[in-house]
């Protein structure tokens, strides 16, 4: 199955689309990347959901990513003895670790490594920002604020410091179990919460050692001061737009997915946009024509991906959302304008040999009708490097890695292949990708074909040929 488009769809598993038939569905309609969401469900009940892929996989002969996202630290109040308060702007209100339920004038908040990072003005946002506390006065233990915006405080609502790098791990031992347990089934991406610097990919790396790639979602200010360190530690980046919404100005928003989207398109990087992008289609079969028009501009910026969340797993139509999404991206791509946008954005090769060859592939794409690239990879890199490109035609990645096709479900324009049948020659090697073209419809007989590996065959990153054949 070609899609014949180069966004693609990431569709989050939940309740409403758990059994095989509806995740067959899913992908029917377009979604690429499955999303297992470990914020919610059992270890069992995402098992079962991962089958279900893996067996849509096996039905269609399409490689398909499954992503596994992190719940990540929740910063939350503790309880309150008689349930919620009210809280009015300008009145005195202390937080601190004394577990003691709550009241009126004071709640618990479990976290010493928040009050660690507090200084005097911090502001600190209750239960996505409709209340905001200021600081007064803090110490390790406690935090004397003043009512900003008030309203009612009910336990266990979550908070957060936006203003502050906190001195806490990205990873709960929650996540360590999560993660674990999601290796054990073979999850192809891992996208990890409460990104606030370069080192806290590098300890999920270090757990993962490779059998899975990280992507970063970036929902904290403090990613967004270091995000060019996170864009190159990271495998792929996410415009996580709820929790920046919450942390930033939403005006602040749409400035800052473009530059996520400009900075993961620069360094190569596949980037997601997610939340909330086709919300009303919880419970309506059709969405607003803002939400049309905002997945449009994520596909306009070039993102490799949109995202629907509750849309697809706990909405009440799930293959409609889908379905929507992917003739958005399809109206988008036939756009005449949509082709200067993404020529006017892009960014220049790194001085690499990959890089001159992927270019060149670019170029000839412009030079002649080429009905499609062909990419030999084992790692993904020279697949990765030609959709930096934003070519015209189509990016054919064959591949003898099952791990890889899948990750490249992910990646812009790529159309994912894993066959692993060893090239002899290179007379081989163009017979068999005009072979192939041809079998995945992204060629006919005699159009344009132009095939980039790397020499000696077999040899990760090490792509440094170019070929113009006939399919």
Not at 265 to 282: F, H, N, W, Y
Not at 338 to 359: E, F, K, M, N, Q
Not at 391 to 398: F, G, K, N, R, T
Request: net charge negative; with cysteine.
């Amino acid at each position: 199955m070609n899609r014949h488009r180069k966004a693609k769809i990431v569709a989050t598993l939940g309740p409403a689309s758990s059994d095989h038939a509806t995740v067959r569905q899913l992908f029917d309609a377009g979604a690429d990347v499955f999303r297992l969401n470990f914020s919610h469900g059992t270890h069992d009940q995402h098992a079962q959901r991962l089958e279900a892929i893996r067996r849509v996989e096996r039905d269609t002969g399409r490689p398909i990513a499954v992503l596994l996202d992190l719940q990540g630290p929740k910063l939350r109040i503790g309880s309150l003895a008689n349930g919620p308060v009210q809280l009015t702007a300008g009145t005195a209100y202390r937080l601190d670790l004394d577990p003691t339920p709550g009241d009126a004038r004071r709640a618990p908040l479990p976290h010493p490594e928040i009050f660690a990072a507090l200084q005097v003005g911090t502001e600190l946002l209750v239960d996505d920002g409709k209340l905001r506390l200021r600081v007064l006065d803090c110490g390790p233990d406690f935090a004397d604020t003043v009512v900003v915006v008030g309203g009612t405080l009910s336990e266990r609502k979550g908070v957060n410091v936006p203003s502050v790098l906190l001195p806490i791990s990205a990873m709960t031992p929650k996540d360590h179990a999560d993660l674990a347990f999601g290796l054990s089934l073979g999850v192809d991406w891992v996208a990890l919460s409460f990104v606030q610097r370069p080192e806290d990919l590098h300890e999920v790396k270090a757990i993962v050692q490779g059998r899975a790639a990280v992507l970063a979602k970036l929902e904290k200010p403090a990613a967004i001061d270091a995000l060019d360190a996170i864009v190159e530690a990271a495998d792929a980046i996410m415009v996580a737009r709820g929790d920046l919404g919450v942390e930033l100005p939403a005006e602040q928003v749409p400035a800052i997915q473009k530059r996520i989207v400009r900075a993961c398109r620069a360094a190569g990087k596949p980037v997601v946009v997610a939340t909330q992008m086709l919300e009303s289609m919880i419970t309506s079969p059709v969405p607003t024509r803002a939400e049309a028009s905002d997945v449009a501009n994520a596909v306009y910026e070039g993102a490799d991906a949109v995202m629907l969340s509750a849309e697809s797993a706990s909405g009440q139509y799930p293959r409609e959302a889908v379905a929507m999404m992917d003739r958005i991206i399809a109206e988008v791509e036939a756009d005449a304008n949509y082709r200067i946008g993404i020529d006017a954005s892009h960014t220049a090769p790194r001085p690499a040999v990959g890089d001159a060859i992927c270019l060149a592939l670019r170029q000839t794409a412009g030079l002649l009708p080429v009905a499609a690239m062909v990419t030999y990879t084992r790692s993904g890199t020279t697949s990765l490097r030609a959709a930096r490109e934003r070519p015209l035609a189509p990016v054919l990645s064959i591949t003898p890695e099952q791990a890889v096709a899948r990750r490249l479900a992910l990646v812009w324009g790529v159309h994912s292949v894993h066959a692993s049948e060893a090239i002899v020659d290179v007379p081989d090697m163009v017979a068999k990708a005009c072979a192939m073209a041809r079998q995945e419809s992204c060629a006919g007989p005699g159009d344009f074909v132009v095939i980039a590996s790397g020499m000696p065959f077999g040899v990760a990153g090490t792509t440094n040929f170019l070929h113009i054949a006939r399919a």
